[in-house]
């Protein structure tokens, strides 16, 4: 067993305990029980592990009347995160869904995957997720951050665009020098997301207006902040449409104008990501073989923009900016254990300062997927969604915890004794999450808890007589963030 690693899982330990103001000792219990716990179905089964010596009251009184510090958390996160591990992040938001919660605040129609792939609305609260990722070829990610986000126009973007800034500003603080990259998928509006973080953004008018529809955390510190500091060491990578339609830059006017009345052109010809006719030989190129995908082919064109309309965010502007960036077009030979279909070409679009970087654009959005597993993990092994918690500042603090506990597990990958089941495979390479977890039992004893034993005490007097409680109000799920 390694000291240093053991050293570091405990520094995390007695840091995630300081984050936790008030109730402290039964949310931290309640971090172990998580842990410990074979299956987790119902919050008050946790209260039985025996890591968990407080009553099963005491488990909805954190999560209810606890306090968490979430920017100390962001910031212990941080710091945990692997130092080997390039500084890629993926960003991506997850449903809860609450659709029979009449008496729970703040529900909105969120987007929600089916079984069979069927698709559909259902209400509840989404949160978003920023992950930092390792390029190899495991289910590893380590948790950076998690917010609720809103429906309706680009309120989801601004929250990753406030993340963002406030990830950067964490990392350059801490003397994390070089570039950062995000990734996205198909969901987020490319053009917020760039003009936020490399062009001219302000904080009246219309932003102001969308940003008022955000959480109140999140509104303050997208709204406070203009700038992002040492911007030009972020990077964002998006994933666009096989038939997305793009622009170069027009020719240059000659001097007066040659005669011609009327405004100069604003778009140049146009970038088909359907019609091979309309690329032009690529400014980047890049070829090499991978173990997993076969052969894999990157082009990337540079200096092409969106055509942005008048509409929504931008509503409000004299004229609509031109943001110019990078289209990046990733072709592999076949998918990783000979899975069909036959994989079709997938299209980015970078945005920085410079050129990309071709290799880290492909291998990264690829282990962008990473985020998926670890989402499915928080609610199929920890219980993220299988909690019927009222409000959403409980659920709040439910998703903190469970990111304590998921980095208590990364932290002791390289610690735990692969506790296989009878009739389980034996792995020779490194342990997953939830192989990992089922070893915390053991290691645990070796960490200790800094949480203090519970004390004695007697039981509260209970509702005075005669006194009835009113039904709670109803809230009915919203359609769109106002």
């Not at 009327?262 to 309309?278: E, I, K, L, V, W």
């Not at 998926?372 to 500042?393: D, I, N």
């Given at each position: ?95 809860h869904p609450r659709p029979y919660a ?143 339609l793009l622009y170069r830059d027009p ?68 004229e609509a900016p031109i943001l110019s ?158």
């Amino acid at each position: 067993m390694s000291s240093s690693e053991m050293a570091r899982l405990r520094e995390f330990q007695a840091g995630w305990h300081d984050c936790l103001t008030r109730r402290g000792n039964a949310l931290f219990e309640l971090t172990d029980a998580v842990l410990c716990a074979p299956t987790i179905t119902s919050l008050p089964y946790l209260s039985l592990e025996p890591v968990f010596r407080r009553s099963w009251g005491s488990l909805y009184d954190g999560l209810a009347a606890g306090s968490i510090d979430a920017g100390r958390v962001r910031e212990l996160l941080m710091r945990s995160g692997p130092a080997d591990w390039p500084l890629t992040f993926a960003v991506d938001a997850s449903t809860h869904p609450r659709p029979y919660a009449e008496t729970s605040p703040g529900r909105e129609w969120h987007h929600l995957s089916g079984p069979g792939g069927v698709e559909g609305g259902v209400p509840g609260w989404a949160w978003q997720h920023v992950t930092q990722l390792n390029l190899d070829h495991n289910s590893w990610v380590a948790p950076m951050d998690v917010t609720r986000v809103a429906t309706g126009g680009p309120a989801q973007t601004l929250a990753a665009v406030c993340q963002i800034r406030a990830l950067a500003d964490r990392l350059r603080t801490a003397g994390r020098a070089g570039r950062k990259l995000f990734v996205h998928d198909a969901g987020y509006d490319l053009a917020v997301l760039v003009y936020e973080l490399h062009g001219e953004a302000d904080v009246s008018g219309e932003h102001a207006r969308w940003c008022a529809g955000l959480p109140v955390d999140v509104h303050h510190a997208l709204c406070g902040v203009h700038t992002v500091s040492g911007n030009d060491n972020v990077e964002v990578l998006v994933r666009i449409r096989n038939d997305r339609l793009l622009y170069r830059d027009p020719p240059s006017r000659p001097a007066g104008n040659g005669g011609r009345p009327g405004r100069p052109r604003r778009h140049g010809n146009q970038f088909s990501c359907a019609r091979p006719a309309t690329w032009g030989e690529p400014d980047q190129q890049l070829s090499v073989h991978d173990e997993h995908y076969g052969q894999v082919t990157v082009q990337a064109w540079h200096g092409l923009h969106p055509k942005i309309d008048k509409k929504d965010y931008f509503a409000d502007r004299a004229e609509a900016p031109i943001l110019s960036g990078t289209v990046i077009r990733v072709q592999v030979e076949r998918l990783p254990g000979g899975r069909k279909p036959t994989p079709k070409p997938m299209w980015l679009f970078w945005s920085g300062h410079g050129n990309p970087d071709l290799d880290r654009c492909w291998r990264s959005y690829l282990r962008q997927f990473e985020i998926e597993h670890y989402l499915k993990f928080l609610k199929k092994v920890l219980g993220w969604t299988s909690m019927a918690l009222r409000h959403p500042e409980q659920t709040e603090r439910w998703s903190w915890t469970l990111l304590a506990a998921y980095t208590h597990i990364l932290l002791a990958r390289r610690l735990a004794q692969d506790q296989r089941y009878p009739w389980g495979r034996h792995h020779h390479r490194r342990l997953s999450p939830g192989r990992v977890r089922r070893d915390f039992p053991r290691l645990l004893i070796t960490l200790g808890p800094p949480a203090t034993p519970p004390k004695p005490s007697k039981a509260g007097p209970g509702r005075p007589k005669g006194r009835t409680s009113t039904p709670a109000p109803r809230h009915p799920a919203l359609k769109k963030a106002s």
